[in-house]
């Protein structure tokens, strides 16, 4: 495949969960600032959106390693066998109290949510190592800092992952490769509605010891217009993307950037607070 020499010569970006949210947005984002961005879904009628808004768009589904191979083939075959940044970002959450989450919800979302990332991620280190540099962004959450009722299966990936991360960077420090968390609050986003499916097909909450607590609490969250009030906190998409773009194009990157005043209070009280309180505080707050 002949390559443009404008094409070749900008910055290319893997990303990955475009569809809406934090992945749209930094795909705006990032190419406004000249990156080439490869903004891959995994649905294809996705991609097709994101086709017609100019972007290069590879099918890319973290349950599936040969679309894994095949969304990567298809960036280096653009860029002349380079890619000089990975952001690993498409997830789901699947709600619900633990005692009632089967444990094939929690490999299901195991499986897209950090298995997926560490296959993918295993895939590009060969081709940065090859070129001298690269970029590793995991785009984690104030979940992965502390817990939070309701939300024990995608707490459990983002606490996983944040020690994945973090293993990672050590290890990778021999080499020209930075690795970077984000760890984001509440965002403006579509996975509260994108969890239903994953909340319906795995909790029966009308036959939970707390189901009045689902009536409560979870239910009227998980199922009220899009257009209701947003948490305390949030934050568009563009605020995770200016983090995003400082963890890509600084010399030195920090290990881990927070977004949103939640995730800077949180980490300051999992730092300060004995467990118990803290523990408390969170119950409290749900």
Not at 162 to 167: I, P
């Amino acid at each position: 495949m002949a390559q443009d020499e404008g094409e070749t010569s900008r910055p290319s970006i893997l990303i990955t969960g475009c569809s809406s949210g934090i992945g749209e947005s930094a795909a705006r984002g990032l190419r406004a600032r000249g990156w080439r961005v490869f903004a891959s879904c995994r649905r294809e009628e996705d991609c097709a959106r994101m086709r017609l808004m100019g972007f290069d768009s590879p099918r890319l589904d973290y349950t599936n390693e040969a679309s894994m191979q095949a969304a990567l083939a298809e960036v280096l075959a653009a860029t002349g066998g380079t890619l000089d940044a990975l952001y690993n970002n498409g997830a789901h959450a699947a709600p619900g109290a633990l005692e009632d989450l089967p444990t094939g919800a929690l490999r299901e979302i195991f499986e897209v949510n950090l298995f997926g990332w560490h296959t993918l991620t295993r895939m590009v280190i060969p081709v940065m190592r090859a070129q001298g540099h690269g970029r590793i962004i995991n785009c984690s959450s104030v979940l992965g800092i502390v817990p939070m009722p309701w939300r024990g299966a995608y707490v459990s990936t983002k606490h996983a992952l944040e020690g994945l991360t973090d293993v990672l960077r050590i290890e990778m420090s021999d080499t020209p490769i930075k690795v970077v968390l984000i760890e984001p609050g509440p965002i403006t986003s579509r996975i509260r509605a994108n969890s239903v499916p994953h909340f319906e097909k795995w909790v029966d909450w009308e036959a939970s010891p707390r189901r009045a607590q689902y009536e409560g609490s979870l239910l009227k969250r998980l199922y009220a217009s899009s257009g209701g009030k947003p948490d305390t906190f949030e934050l568009p998409g563009s605020a995770v993307t200016e983090k995003l773009i400082l963890a890509l194009e600084s010399d030195h990157p920090a290990p881990r950037y927070y977004v949103t005043t939640a995730t800077h209070i949180m980490g300051t009280l999992r730092r300060l607070l004995p467990t118990r309180l803290l523990d408390l505080l969170i119950a409290r707050a749900r």
